[in-house]
């Protein structure tokens, strides 16, 4: 029951963060839109309805091949070292929905590190490194991620999971994933605050999307 609640939830979220994108910043078809962290860029054709211009930008081949063939947007392949391989202000929009949480450590590396201060030390450098690319190559953007003090976990479905030592958050992850738990995924996630993304982010303005007086997300925008 209660993965359908959240399921419910993130989709109101996503088509509300979807207005708020397009209010902000306007997005036209002449102008040239990175899409980062695309998957198979399902969400962004969702939010834009132009596709000429658009660039899905993924380190998943496979995901921006499907989303070339369903879509005709435009791919990127990018590498795990956070660097985006195009000219300065190349891109007149950059797009970026929960993806620079993710942008941390190597995948491969996600359960080495027990230390929930170790890694939240190194995945920030690599967060910085990020949001200095998106700053670099894009005119004016828009970068979502999850609060981390919202009492929901988006990645896991389970309340209060963010505040858990990552040891522990470790351990429950592989209970889950070896369960019928419906929500699969990976300890790869470093949660920002408001404080964090104005840092990452000093040119752009905060802004805030609540769901129950609660700040479920947080975006930082410039426009």
Same mark, same amino acid.
């Given at each position: 029951?209660?993965?359908?609640?959240?399921?419910?939830?993130? &989709?109101?979220?996503?088509?509300?963060?979807?207005?708020?994108?397009?209010?902000?910043?306007?997005? $036209?078809?002449?102008?040239?839109?990175?899409?980062?962290?695309?998957?198979?860029?399902?969400?962004?054709?969702?939010?834009?309805?132009?596709?000429?211009?658009?660039?899905?930008?993924?380190?998943?081949?496979?995901?921006?091949? @499907?989303?070339?063939?369903?879509?005709?947007? /435009?791919?990127?392949?990018?590498?795990?070292?956070?660097?985006?391989?195009?000219?300065?202000?190349?891109?007149?929009?950059?797009?970026?929905?929960?993806?620079?949480?993710?942008?941390?450590?190597?995948?491969? @590396?996600?359960?080495?590190?027990?230390?929930?201060?170790?890694?939240?030390?190194?995945?920030? @450098?690599?967060?910085?490194?990020?949001?200095?690319?998106?700053? $670099?190559?894009?005119?004016?953007?828009?970068?979502?991620?999850?609060?981390?003090?919202?009492?929901?976990?988006?990645?896991?479905?389970?309340?209060?999971? /963010?505040?858990?030592?990552?040891?522990?958050?470790?351990?429950?992850?592989?209970?889950?994933?070896?369960?019928?738990?419906?929500?699969?995924? &990976?300890?790869?996630?470093?949660?920002?605050?408001?404080?964090?993304? &104005?840092?990452?982010?000093?040119?752009? @303005?905060?802004?805030?999307?609540?769901?129950?007086?609660?700040?479920?997300?947080?975006?930082?925008?410039?426009?």
């Amino acid at each position: 029951m209660i993965h359908k609640i959240v399921k419910f939830i993130s &989709q109101r979220s996503r088509n509300r963060r979807g207005k708020i994108f397009r209010e902000y910043l306007d997005p $036209r078809k002449e102008d040239r839109i990175l899409d980062l962290g695309s998957k198979d860029g399902t969400y962004i054709a969702s939010v834009i309805r132009y596709r000429n211009n658009v660039y899905m930008a993924d380190i998943d081949v496979n995901a921006l091949e @499907e989303g070339r063939k369903k879509f005709g947007f /435009n791919t990127l392949l990018l590498d795990e070292d956070s660097r985006i391989p195009v000219p300065d202000k190349f891109f007149d929009i950059v797009h970026c929905s929960s993806t620079i949480e993710h942008i941390t450590v190597n995948k491969n @590396e996600v359960e080495k590190y027990k230390s929930s201060r170790k890694f939240s030390r190194v995945a920030f @450098e690599h967060q910085r490194r990020f949001a200095n690319e998106i700053r $670099r190559v894009g005119k004016k953007y828009f970068v979502q991620t999850p609060n981390k003090c919202f009492v929901i976990g988006s990645h896991t479905w389970l309340p209060l999971v /963010n505040f858990l030592p990552r040891s522990i958050l470790i351990k429950i992850i592989s209970f889950l994933n070896a369960s019928t738990w419906p929500k699969k995924t &990976q300890a790869d996630w470093n949660l920002l605050s408001k404080q964090q993304m &104005q840092e990452l982010f000093p040119d752009a @303005e905060i802004v805030k999307e609540k769901v129950l007086a609660l700040t479920k997300s947080i975006m930082a925008i410039k426009r």
